[in-house]
């Protein structure tokens, strides 16, 4: 089962746009992680957002996290063709395993 | 340094083959993830392993899946009486502790059963 649920499904912008990509999720969470994905490819780690932390930058990335409402947002800022990816939020849940739990991804299309 | 990596990276097997899937992790890392990806979803967690002890097999589907990581180290991850509905990819993810922490993912094993 999945807890979260990435907004839109799918996203299509030209190069130099912004992406912005939300993600809820439904109970308590140590931390959520944002993966990309490129087709038939492994996931790679963007960023690691504690439950304690509002906000967190890396290069072109941010990535916001407000837990009374249990959602996160991910902007990519100035977008390039090479961002085209699926993009995944992945929550630790407060408490329990180790594991994350998934959703079912935001595919971006970004076209030059 | 060397990332977390996976063999075979594809692998078909006729319906009822048993097929074993290795996992090996980047060095150092304590814990070991296996994960499930359907075509269009997210990965889905199978299991979990803290150095050669298995601390979550919740994700595993059912009793044909088995996973080991008897060093600590490198890990399988055995079907046996394979089914079609176990095509997908398999992925692997270490971390360094495991508390909390970022996962490191490998390429994944495609696995199509026919």
């Known amino acids: 089962s999945q807890q979260g649920e990435e907004d839109p499904q799918a996203l299509s912008i030209q190069e130099g746009e912004n992406a912005t990509m939300n993600c809820s999720y439904k109970?308590?969470?140590?931390?959520l992680q944002w993966y990309r994905q490129n087709s038939g490819r492994g996931l790679v780690h963007l960023i690691l957002?504690?439950?304690?932390?509002r906000e967190k930058h890396s290069g072109r990335l941010r990535v916001t996290l407000d837990t009374s409402k249990k959602s996160s947002s991910l902007l990519i800022t100035a977008s390039r063709a090479a961002d085209t990816a699926s993009y995944f939020c992945?929550?630790?849940?407060?408490?329990?395993?180790?594991?994350?739990?998934f959703g079912k991804g935001t595919k971006l299309t970004v076209n030059p | 340094g060397a990332g977390v990596s996976q063999s075979p990276r594809y692998k078909v097997a006729k319906r009822g083959q048993d097929v074993a899937l290795r996992c090996d992790p980047i060095?150092?890392?304590?814990?070991l993830f296996w994960y499930q990806q359907a075509l269009g979803q997210g990965p889905e967690f199978l299991t979990y392993?803290?150095?050669?002890?298995?601390?979550?097999k919740s994700g595993l589907p059912s009793d044909r899946f088995f996973a080991e990581r008897p060093e600590g180290s490198v890990s399988t991850l055995k079907i046996q009486r394979t089914q079609q509905e176990d095509s997908a990819v398999y992925l692997c993810?270490?971390?360094?502790?495991?508390?909390?922490?970022?996962?490191?993912f490998g390429p994944g094993t495609r696995l199509l059963v026919l």
């Open positions: 993810a270490s971390s360094l502790t495991g508390r909390g922490e970022t996962q490191y």
């Open positions: 109970t308590s969470i140590n931390n």
């Open positions: 957002i504690r439950s304690n932390e």
């Open positions: 992945a929550t630790m849940t407060k408490g329990g395993s180790e594991k994350l739990v």
């Open positions: 060095s150092g890392h304590v814990s």
């Open positions: 392993f803290q150095n050669e002890a298995q601390l979550d």
